[in-house]
């Protein structure tokens, strides 16, 4: 997970401009397109991913990939790497 001794922060527009990686298969995932909050809107739960290599599919929330915060291993300058494998709540 990220250091945050740093007290470094994340704008939506920040993340959406970071690839996302699954650390395990080195596969690109995309972009990140929103952010899911809790009841309490004090934690952000899930990123967004939206599917790739179909314009239509904008429209399709269907089809969205939906990643728990708590895979996240590492936010960078311009990537997210995530642990797919890994169990939430762990």
């Known amino acids: 997970m990220r250091d945050n001794s740093n007290d470094q ?6 993340l959406r401009q ?7 298969k080195g596969k690109r995932l995309g972009f990140v397109s929103d952010v ?11 990123i967004v991913i939206p599917p790739q290599n179909n314009f239509l599919s904008i429209f ?4 969205e990939l939906l990643i728990s915060w708590d895979k996240i ?18």
């Open 18 to 24: 970071m690839e996302v990686i699954d650390i395990n």
């Open 73 to 90: 291993r590492t936010i960078g300058i311009d990537v997210i790497l995530i642990d797919a494998l890994k169990e939430d709540n762990e």
């Open 60 to 63: 399709r929330k269907k089809d």
């Open 36 to 46: 899911i909050f809790d009841d309490d809107l004090t934690r952000i739960e899930y």
């Open 9 to 14: 922060f994340f704008t939506l527009s920040d």
